[in-house]
């Protein structure tokens, strides 16, 4: 086809002429070999090609070069009849017959490319066309049929501006929302509201453009609507109040959870965000069923880590019916059927049962609260329960309810240390000494023992002395000493010697001021002195067959001791007692041990100067080369 064009081209620039008679006319007529042969070149090439675009083009461009308007339309015509598809014989065309002034029958080429149903630019070109003449009508009806070819948002702006142009409100109205029905569901742009809002805006229909960005913001998920909240964000700061922005702010968190949960339905964390940024809202249909299809979340475990999260919307839930709505059959209810929902066999929730009754305590039910804590320890005795309980009837001053749950408290866990004070404690309140003395002597002869068997004593010996009791308190201190030898005791055991007041029913000021006398102080340092020889005689006992870590543990016991006595006697001692405490101090020497991979680890330890045999020589030994070194460096001072 190249060289067909060539060819024709060629012979178009020879420009050959011939003068012919033709009797009729009785004179000559001259005529162009060129365009004759040129002709006759194009046809020849269109006769091999037919769909040969370039030859066409060629051809017409020719034609209309010597001005052949007709020849160039009957081609024209010929190549939109063979190739309708091709835009540019459509645009040379209606170019030609506007050039010519001839507006009917661009209008009718238009008509007929536009039943082949062409692009949007052929489209444009016919409105163009329409309004370059003045006619809006003919536009009009031309974008209506334009968007039913080519349905797209942009398509619809496109007629809504020219609409905006011609100054018609309810035309343009009418677009928007045949725009609106046309992209419904899945396939609605946030373009077309955008635009329809600010169109509104700048006809002053604050409120319709309001509405119509609500209206788009219930229907748009948060994936197609992020430049329509900025809109409606940037909308309510220029005319809205602070009540608008902060509608605007909630909507696009509300999306934002509701993306969240539904990735994720087990995400306790977003649901509670959700239901808070709700109440914020103020809407309680709306945080009701965001509650609602939070605790529709049931773990699918029975393992209580996956559920602390969860019983935390029950109670959230339970508390805003009570507090916000004032609802409170609703919140009954809620903390009903949390309780039910839970798996008490497996596990339990105190804070949720004890949450229950003291809602029932503020409606003045205290019937129900009591069943509910019943019903607790019926089906799963907790010992938070239990103390829930038994301070809720303390407040209520039930005495004597306040000792049967004690005694539950004590069959069902009879190793608690804190049950036990806590009963003496209240006996203590009822000034019942002997029932307080009772109980602490079960609670320290208990054969099961006690989870926290130090505080029991503490306990006790702290009773007997604020009782002034104290030859009661000794008495205990010495058995205390029978069952252990902890370092604490005696420390405490002395202390306690050297606070006991000469008269014993002194007042407490008097107590604090009292002179420390010498019986006194002899009294606690004897506390001393035997909780060091029993301690050394039952460390070098043992310390044969102990591991080097029991050893050092043992002397640091020591240690501590000698450090306590020490600080007694510099506050209630004299340079002589100080003196024998300072003696008994040991030494810190640095050894070596194997370990099991062959190595050696340095360590400190302590020799003691009443310990064994291999103590003393290790002490004479550090002794002479203390000596020696000392004699050295005189020497060396001499010289």
Excluded at 10 to 18: H, S
Excluded at 385 to 413: A, N, P, T, V, W
Excluded at 423 to 448: H, T
Excluded at 596 to 618: A, C, I, P, S, T
Aim: net charge negative; hydrophobic share 35%.
């Amino acid at each position: 086809m190249g060289e067909y064009v060539r060819y024709a081209t060629w012979e178009l620039e020879q420009k050959e002429y011939a003068r012919y008679a033709f009797p009729c006319f009785q004179a000559f007529i001259t005529l162009s070999l060129t365009r004759y042969r040129a002709r006759s070149i194009f046809e020849r090439g269109l006769n091999e090609d037919s769909q040969a675009i370039t030859l066409w083009l060629a051809y017409i461009d020719a034609e209309l070069k010597f001005r052949n308007i007709n020849h160039a339309r009957n081609l024209l015509n010929r190549a939109i009849s063979v190739l309708p598809r091709v835009d540019k014989f459509w645009y040379k065309f209606v170019y030609m017959e506007e050039t010519l002034s001839n507006i009917p029958a661009v209008r009718q080429l238009f008509e007929r490319w536009m039943e082949w149903e062409p692009s949007e630019d052929a489209w444009q070109a016919y409105i163009k066309m329409e309004r370059r003449y003045g006619e809006i009508n003919r536009a009009r009806a031309i974008y209506e049929r334009f968007v039913q070819v080519h349905p797209s948002a942009v398509n619809y702006l496109k007629w809504a501006r020219f609409e905006e142009e011609n100054a018609d409100a309810d035309n343009v109205r009418e677009v928007f929302s045949s725009a609106m029905d046309v992209f419904s569901g899945e396939f609605m742009d946030e373009k077309i509201f955008i635009a329809f809002a600010r169109y509104e805006t700048r006809l002053k229909e604050y409120e319709r453009a309001r509405t119509i960005y609500k209206y788009a913001l219930d229907l748009l998920p948060r994936s197609k609507s992020q430049d329509l909240y900025q809109a409606y964000t940037t909308f309510e700061k220029q005319f809205g109040d602070r009540d608008g922005v902060e509608d605007v702010l909630i909507g696009k968190r509300r999306i934002l959870y509701e993306e969240q949960v539904q990735e994720n339905p087990k995400n306790y964390d977003a649901w509670f965000d959700y239901a808070r940024l709700e109440e914020i809202a103020g809407d309680p249909d709306r945080v009701r069923a965001v509650y609602e299809r939070a605790i529709a979340q049931i773990p699918p475990t029975q393992e209580k880590r996956h559920w602390r999260r969860y019983i935390y919307l029950w109670i959230n839930y339970a508390l805003y019916e009570e507090i916000e709505n004032k609802d409170y059959d609703r919140t009954r209810q809620v903390y009903k059927e949390a309780i039910n929902l839970i798996p008490h066999s497996s596990f339990t929730f105190a804070k949720l049962w004890l949450m229950a009754a003291q809602f029932e305590i503020r409606n003045m039910n205290l019937t129900a609260a009591r069943k509910g804590l019943g019903e607790a320890l019926g089906q799963c005795p907790k010992s938070k329960i239990f103390k829930g309980y038994i301070d809720m009837e303390m407040q209520l001053r039930e005495f004597d309810r306040c000792r049967e749950l004690y005694e539950k408290f004590l069959q069902h866990s009879p190793t608690n240390s804190y049950a036990w004070i806590s009963y003496a404690g209240l006996e203590k309140l009822l000034d019942d000494v002997d029932r307080v003395r009772a109980l602490y002597e079960l609670a320290i002869s208990n054969p099961r023992g006690l989870d926290i068997p130090e505080a029991v004593w503490k306990a006790y010996i702290d009773f007997e002395v604020e009782e002034g009791e104290y030859d009661r308190a000794r008495s205990l201190y010495e058995k205390l000493l029978d069952k252990t030898d902890h370092v604490k005791v005696w420390i405490s055991f002395a202390e306690f010697e050297v606070n006991i007041p000469e008269e014993e029913n002194g007042a407490e000021e008097q107590v604090a001021e009292r002179p420390i006398s010498e019986a006194t102080k002899v009294r606690g340092r004897a506390v001393f002195e035997r909780g060091y020889r029993r301690m050394r005689e039952h460390d070098v006992k043992e310390e044969v067959c102990r591991s080097v870590t029991l050893r050092t543990a043992a002397n640091n016991r020591c240690v501590i001791l000698l450090e306590s006595w020490k600080q007694y006697e510099s506050t209630y001692g004299d340079d002589k007692s100080l003196a024998h405490v300072e003696n008994l101090m040991p030494q810190i020497v640095k050894k070596r041990r194997k370990l099991e991979d062959g190595g050696f680890e340095e360590y400190f330890d302590y020799l003691f100067k009443d310990g064994d045999e291999g103590n003393q020589k290790m002490l004479n030994l550090l002794k002479k080369a203390q000596e020696w070194r000392q004699k050295m460096q005189t020497q060396a001072s001499g010289t």
